[in-house]
């Protein structure tokens, strides 16, 4: 690999990084309560009850509560950001995505693969995250207690319970996220036009909306699986079947969803400036 190759690569690593930790710091409170909605087959979900939450959970355990599993998340989401920003930017750079003319088939599948990518090898922290954010301190005092007692208990494929639904989760919402941002940034320069930070932020909330309600009922899933909500053996078919069947569509497959409308936006817009930024200001001081 060539020495400017490697720099590109480097930056992008960096700049997901930092990008995925400031975009999940900003909305942590709010996902730490939408997992608690999504993992739950009797409590109902709305945004007042959300919002009760958030309020109750701050009086009985302190503001700090409100974070608690962030670290987990910082432990999965910066080797994530690193891993999806950089192999987005190799994947732009192998398919020759809009290289020559306009390709949106390409830009949706060079997202799709990143997701994929990022996913697979960063999927025990997501799990290790939500079992945190779940159960209470008592149960797991904090990230090193959650692989230790779980692997002690149940072997190491409990890491990975609920991975094939974020696979075929993440597709949709990595191609539709990736090719929205992308997109509209094309379509707003177009004649050269440079983008202000603030579009950029529009650009990629609208983006992140996007992904997050094509793939949402199988982020329900995954959550689920993940955290024991759902019997080792029963497959995604079937717990979609099932809570369609017995919680409905709107409060079940898409339970919590409102609150994907407003913390999601904000962190996929947080993220993508952010990336774009940062990527650029490390490629000028690497050269």
């Known amino acids: 690999m060539e020495p400017k190759s490697n720099n590109h690569t480097m930056s992008a690593l960096i700049a997901g990084a930092i990008a995925g ?18 993992v739950s087959d009797s409590r109902r979900y709305s945004f007042k009850s959300a919002m009760k939450f958030v309020k109750v959970t701050y009086r009985t355990q302190g503001f700090f509560a409100l974070f608690r599993g962030n670290s987990a998340t910082m432990a999965r989401v910066v080797p994530y950001g690193s891993l999806l920003f950089a192999a987005h930017e190799k994947f732009n750079s192998l398919l020759e995505v809009d290289k020559n003319e306009k390709t949106p ?38 990230l090193r207690a959650v692989f230790i007692k779980e692997y ?3 072997g190491i494929l409990t890491f990975f319970r609920g991975m094939l639904p974020t696979i075929v989760g993440v597709i949709p919402y990595a191609g539709c996220s990736f090719f929205t941002y992308n997109t509209l940034k094309l379509l707003y320069s177009e004649d050269g036009t440079p983008l202000h930070p603030f579009v950029r932020f529009i650009f990629g909330g609208f983006a992140g909306a996007v992904g997050q309600t094509a793939s949402y009922p199988l982020d329900i899933v995954r959550r689920r699986m993940q955290t024991g909500h759902v019997p080792p053996n029963q497959n995604i078919l079937k717990t979609l079947y099932k809570i369609w069947k017995y919680e409905g569509f709107r409060r079940g497959l898409y339970k919590g969803l409102s609150m994907n409308w407003i913390k999601g936006p904000i962190a996929a817009g947080v993220s993508f400036t952010t990336f774009d930024y940062v990527f650029m200001l490390m490629k000028r001081l690497m050269g």
């Open 152 to 154: 002690r208990e149940k």
């Open 21 to 38: 930790a400031l975009a999940k710091t900003t909305i942590a409170p709010l996902d730490r309560t939408k997992i608690n909605f999504q």
């Open 105 to 142: 088939v390409k830009r949706v599948i060079a997202g799709s693969l990143a997701g994929v990518t990022a996913t697979i090898l960063t999927y025990p922290l997501d799990t290790a995250k939500a079992r945190l954010s779940v159960y209470p301190k008592d149960k797991y005092e904090n």
